[in-house]
């Protein structure tokens, strides 16, 4: 029976692995994630027959409840909140590792204290086992919970919950305060961003004095910050020691899994922004290892290859992610834009040399050209435009010009974000180009358009040592014949500094939100 | 399983998964996080067997409540990714 059981185990391993084979193409990936899907049916179906089961009951109970509420997420949520479904996933794959690891500690230590059950117990097969089992115990607790944690402070990111609306509807809350964690370094650009906003550019100072006590508060919170996750690290793993050399001591779990759930808030709480797609990739990577972890607790293959199958998916998203940023990971993890010498203030790169057009004017300018380029960002995603710039596409094409897309790869707040998105819209996949595939085109290029990207497409990147945002690989729009840029207002992107594309010879600045400015542009061209 | 077995099963699982993941588009890279972290759920099939082994309360518990979540997360997941995938089509 148990050899059957693991034939089948077998069986789901190898249906997971030709499933994601097959989302190494897009025609064949409908057929690929139906091949997942069934090695886990055959995975659970098997499991029920197992003899260990004796009740049926909490376990339909679940199984319906479960399915119930994720297939409701799964229908019901928008294209454009994708990060944040992935995120709560991610979590809540964190949070089964944890229980399911807390039970079979129980059940280890029920066993053991019964004179009957005593060999059935994980605690009676030698000292390998032991540490095995409670070295997997305690890692699927740390992991789980920075997992669970940090996945749910990324989901309130995402969706734009922040701590003064649940503190004010929480008011107990403010009696456990934590001490907050340090402020993020992106503050700056947010405070700029709401200056800009106001239309006070003059206010955006950034005079000597003004740049060093920041620099330097920032390097003293980077510190304490370092020094809070490391102490809590440390705490974590000398709990997980005790929890091995004593396992019928139930406690030292919960005491991990508490203080890792205070870890997890710590590492994603000053992190958001253009910083996500990394923080999702690498929390999909741990929900991976959570599961690999529970595989040693239990003894159990397929959760020890479907983890770290899931593991090396996740890492290999969080590398790809850094390189596109030109950052490291620790320096994601710890640090945000630390800037090493004073950029350009706003007036000395815009002053005079924006040029704002309407969508008339831009309308007589797309008639008659040969090749479009349209360079999404995260700004398409929050006005929902992807249906409106499908439609700006589609008529361009219908008069004979050649569109295609510009994707960078952390545009957005997840990986191929905006690929999804575009194909909600209908645009067909082969249009969407990958960065290097499409740079040495911008020559040829008569228009490229710009919506709702900043940083990705800032020349600072290849111009500028000093910049913080050096060696980042960037969309060379600026190359392009002519460069449309559909943006509400100057503020500055994630990076927090201007971006000379906008005041560049060949620039011209649409100031509108993604959608409504697509929806102008195509009338107006229409009525041409 | 002994631990060298189950140390072994695991490295050589992630080379497979670097091996196969490197080769995923970028394209499809928002359906390769939601799909992978289905299979992810398998924790299931470590919740059945808690959820099922009915030896005392709260084990049991424990186990009910593992079983919602990795459901929610292996039905949410596959349900989520195909939606996203029959999305993408060709140019016709």
């Known amino acids: 029976m148990e050899a059957l059981i693991n034939l089948v185990y077998l069986v789901a391993a190898t249906l997971f692995i030709f499933g994601l084979k097959g989302l190494t193409h897009p025609r064949t990936a409908v057929r690929g994630n139906l091949m997942s899907a069934s090695g886990m049916l055959l995975a659970v179906l098997v499991t029920l027959i197992s003899q260990s089961i004796l009740s049926y009951t909490w376990i339909m109970a679940g199984l319906v409840i479960g399915a119930g509420i994720g297939a409701a997420m799964a229908t019901r949520v928008q294209m454009t909140a994708m990060p944040q479904m992935v995120a709560l996933l991610n979590g809540f794959g964190g949070i089964a590792s944890i229980l399911v690891a807390g039970a079979a500690l129980n059940e280890a230590n029920y066993l053991f204290s019964s004179p009957q059950a005593v060999a059935d117990s994980v605690l009676n097969r030698g000292t390998a086992m032991v540490v095995q089992f409670g070295i997997a115990t305690a890692a699927t607790g740390l992991i789980g919970a920075v997992t669970f944690w940090g996945s749910l402070v990324a989901y309130g990111k995402l969706e734009g919950i922040n701590g003064d609306q649940i503190r004010k509807r929480f008011p107990v809350l403010d009696r456990f305060k934590l001490p907050a964690p340090p402020p993020p370094p992106v503050a700056s650009a947010e405070q700029t961003d709401s200056v800009a906003a106001t239309g006070e550019t003059t206010a955006v100072q950034r005079s000597t004095p003004a740049v060093a006590p920041l620099v330097t508060r920032l390097n003293h919170a980077l510190t304490t910050q370092v020094y809070a996750k490391g102490v809590l690290l440390g705490i974590c793993a000398l709990l997980g020691l005790l929890l091995v050399i004593n396992p019928s001591n139930i406690a030292l779990y919960w005491a991990i899994v508490i203080l890792a759930s205070i870890l997890g808030w710590y590492l994603v709480m000053p992190i958001g922004g253009a910083d996500m797609p990394v923080v999702i990739a690498l929390l999909n990577s741990y929900s991976g290892l959570a599961a690999a972890a529970t595989g040693f607790v239990l003894g159990n293959s397929i959760l020890i290859i479907t983890g770290s199958l899931v593991g090396a998916s996740g890492l290999i998203l969080t590398t790809i992610m850094c390189k596109a940023m030109n950052r490291s990971l620790t320096n994601v993890l710890f640090g945000v834009w630390v800037p090493e010498g004073a950029a350009a203030s706003e007036d000395e790169v815009y002053g005079g040399k924006i040029k704002s057009s309407s969508p008339e004017e831009l309308a007589m300018m797309m008639d008659g050209v040969r090749r479009v380029v349209i360079v999404p960002g995260y700004g398409m995603a929050v006005a929902q435009a992807q249906h409106a710039v499908r439609d700006l596409a589609n008529l361009l094409e219908s008069r004979g010009t050649e569109v295609e897309f510009a994707i960078h790869p952390v545009a957005g707040r997840m990986p191929g974000h905006m690929n999804v998105l575009l194909a909600e819209a209908d645009i067909p996949y082969d249009k969407l180009k990958e960065m290097d595939e499409i740079n040495p085109t911008f020559e040829q290029t008569d228009i490229a358009i710009v919506i709702g990207a900043n940083d990705v497409t800032n020349p600072l990147a290849r111009t500028d040592p000093q910049s913080p945002i050096a060696g980042m690989p960037i969309l060379d729009v600026i190359n392009a014949r002519s460069v449309i840029v559909v943006k509400r207002s100057l503020s500055p992107g994630f990076a927090g500094i201007p971006n000379p594309l906008f005041a560049a010879d060949n620039t011209l600045m649409f100031f509108a939100d993604a959608k409504k400015g697509m929806l102008d542009l195509v009338s107006a061209m229409k009525e041409q | ?92």
């Open chain 2, 1 to 92: 399983m002994d631990p060298i077995t189950a140390l072994t099963i695991f490295v050589l699982a992630i080379f497979v998964g670097f091996e196969i993941i490197t080769k995923v588009p970028p394209t499809l890279h928002t359906p390769l996080m939601s799909g992978s972290n289905a299979i992810s759920g398998i924790t299931l099939i470590g919740a059945l067997l808690s959820a099922g082994a009915e030896l005392t309360f709260f084990p049991t518990l424990l186990g009910f409540l593992a079983v919602i979540f990795a459901t929610i997360n292996v039905v949410g997941g596959f349900m989520v990714t195909n939606r996203m995938l029959s999305m993408f089509r060709r140019k016709e």
